[in-house]
Nanobody
Framework: QVQLVESGGGLVQAGGSLRLSCAAS????????VGWFRQAPGLEREFVAA????????FYADSVKGRFTISRDNAENTVYLQMTSLKPEDTAVYYC??????????????????????WGRGTQVTVSS
């Protein structure tokens, strides 16, 4: 049974930084596509960042491009989302998601919630102005 657990959320002032972690149990993150999504109150869950099985294929939402970085540490079996220059509009619950197996290498695919088979329970990020 695969489980994903997010951590690292919290309260930060605008302009600050946070690093979110997503730890996997039951399976390794190697050969796995991983994405981060977020959901603010009253809004749909939206895509933030992802990489396909190959780390050379990374994808970002326009709203976070240049501020957020997704990365993977295979030794720790953990995926990270480094968030800098945070804005109040980044406030949301952040979710990690993963899927294994061969998949298309397009942003259209990896930005879709339907691409992922496993989801974590989320971690709250609150950015104060």
């Amino acid at each position: 049974q695969v489980q994903l657990v997010e951590s690292g959320g919290g309260l930060v002032q605008a302009g600050g930084s946070l690093r979110l972690s997503c730890a996997a149990s039951g399976r390794t993150f190697s050969n796995c596509g991983v994405g981060w999504f977020r959901q603010a109150p009253g809004l749909e869950r939206e895509f933030v960042a992802a990489f396909s099985r190959s780390d050379s294929n990374t994808f970002y939402a326009d709203s976070v491009k240049g501020r957020f970085t997704i990365s993977r540490d295979n030794a720790e079996n953990t995926v990270y989302l480094q968030m800098t220059s945070l804005k109040p509009e980044d406030t949301a619950v952040y979710y990690c998601a993963a899927t294994w197996g061969l998949r298309p290498l397009t942003q259209t695919y990896w930005s879709s919630k339907s691409a992922y088979n496993y989801w974590g329970r989320g971690t709250q990020v609150t950015v104060s102005s």
